[in-house]
């Protein structure tokens, strides 16, 4: 119990004192699991659209496929985008490994399946006669789309948070791609992994607030939006 | 006075998979009518309201709006915007009253001006201008029925698609919209194909009727026409016709003819309307608001039909009874409750139906020959 608040007075420390190292890191964490979540975004709505409103064969295989990546463990997701991102590797003419760009592009490929998964799912949830319906009102195809994703848009935003929370977490993928460089690749799952094995439990437990207090924070906004405009 | 024809289907043909689920010939729909689909589930209504709409891709077939043909996508796009549909479901968003009536106007590029007065001017028109702020998922089935009328009325469609609106709801419910509908369609002159396959909600509404089966039209023509002459025995049991009678022609001439009932019907003889070469088997059909239940034979009566009987089965059918005869032959009427209670009529009552040769319909069929 002990270090536990020990953990919460160094966290409250380091908040209050401004510690630069740690507003990094924290700044960091938000950075790439944010733009990784946004790419994550574009990306799994832009397979949950059409594996939602069109009929082809094998649906059901991506089906299966999207919901089995829904569960990708970031270590085996680290190894690929290490692979792809290594010197003499696919991607390697891009040198990012080992930098928050590389991070960012190994939590959007955890980030996305989770994404698509949820709003594909959101989607076929919604009435099926109301496709037709909205075309019946006369809406163009983009029109029918935006009006089908914000009728959907409590598990579309169930889905970001969920896409938030699968990367803010994971620390596999970014040690193994981000290399949990001080001042350039290190975040705030990385440094605590680095911290506990330091023995350093005070700082670990601080940095794991803050991690908690982040995620809190982040998910309190877009929970704020997803209830904002529901007619109650 | 004809009407310029605001629809016209050619050869309609909806395949799903290997099935064809659809198959019309010809179809048209003129301006200022109310069209009745009528067929029982899986007849195929939806089916043709969503192929005549545009919202369904044809195997085959052509569509044309006001004389322009509905060819590719573009034309089907412009269509959609000038006709709408309403559907059993509301499907209403997760939005106000308001909204909800809004939003085929926001589609279609209306202004906040515009959109604003057509909103509280139908809301008021169907009764739920008190409820434009409430959200759409706390309203009764009827209320929400009425906001999706609301919002594809605000549109000002050139065609209303009215696909079994009223299933859903409860009787009173059901009533009371059914009023209020056929009072807008009135005021509006509004062109309109309505699905159902309740009788009541055509003969309410529909100025024409066609009635399905198997994805086929069986038969089309204006509401009486097909009610009191139906052509196939499936659209006489349809539209109400609940006793139909099968025999030879004994003679025919003059417009009358003397049906000799066939198996089961005991050689009794019924005169009907109509011209049947003598011999031919022909079927007969008559509906039981048309026959008339005494106590005694009236020789000063019109009705060229009587038949002793007795009654088998009293059945309550909304404001009426039904009472199943058996005069040597099937026979069913409609009376009221004080007829009922008057004539003291319960199943083993001894009766006498009666009914006019005008009200016996002749509805050929091929084939019946083989039958009898």
Partial sequence: ?232 | MSRATVLEARNLKVHRGQTQVLDVPALDLRAGEVLALMGPNGAGKSTLMLALAGLLPLSGGSLRFKGAELAGRPEREAYRRRMTMVFQDPLLFDATVAQNIATGLKLRGAPATLREPAVRAWAQRLGIGHLLGRPARQLSGGEAQRTALARAFALGPEILFLDEPFASLDAPAREGLLDDLGRILAETGSTAVLSTHDQAEAARLGHRLAVMKDGVILQTGGLREVMNHPEDPFVAAFVGMETLLKGQVASSGGGLLTLRLGRGGDGHEVLAVGEARPGQTILVGIRPEHVALSLHSDKSSSARNAFPGTVTKVVPRGPFFKVELDCGFFLAAYVTAQSLAELELGPGSTIVASFKATAAHLIRREGLESEV
Avoid: C
């Fill in chain 1, 1 to 232: 119990m002990d270090l536990i608040w020990e953990g919460l007075r160094k966290a409250l420390e380091l908040l209050l004192t401004l510690d630069p190292e740690v507003l990094r890191i924290t700044m960091l964490s938000l950075e790439v699991s944010g733009l990784a979540t946004l790419i994550s975004l574009v990306i799994g709505l832009g397979i949950a659209i059409p594996v939602a409103l069109t009929e082809f064969p094998g649906k059901r295989l991506v089906i299966a496929l999207l919901n089995t990546g829904m569960g990708l463990p970031p270590v085996v997701v680290g190894l690929f985008v290490t692979v792809l991102l290594w010197r003499n590797g696919p991607l390697g003419f891009l040198e990012i490994l080992y930098t928050p760009a590389a991070m960012i592009l190994a939590q959007a490929v955890i980030a996305s399946p989770i994404i698509a998964g949820i709003s594909l799912s959101a989607l076929q949830h919604l009435p099926p006669g109301l496709r037709l319906q909205i075309l019946a009102l006369g809406a163009s195809r983009p029109q029918m789309v935006w009006l089908l994703l914000k009728e959907a848009r409590l598990p579309l935003l169930a889905a970001v948070m969920a896409g938030f929370g699968g990367v803010i977490s994971e620390v596999g993928a970014s040690i193994m791609v981000g290399g949990n460089i001080k001042g350039q690749t290190r975040v705030l799952t990385t440094a605590t992994v680095m911290e506990t094995s330091k023995g350093n439990f005070e700082v670990a437990f601080a940095l794991s607030i803050l991690l908690l207090v982040l995620a809190f924070t982040v998910n309190a906004v877009l929970t704020h939006l997803q209830q904002r405009n529901r007619p109650r």
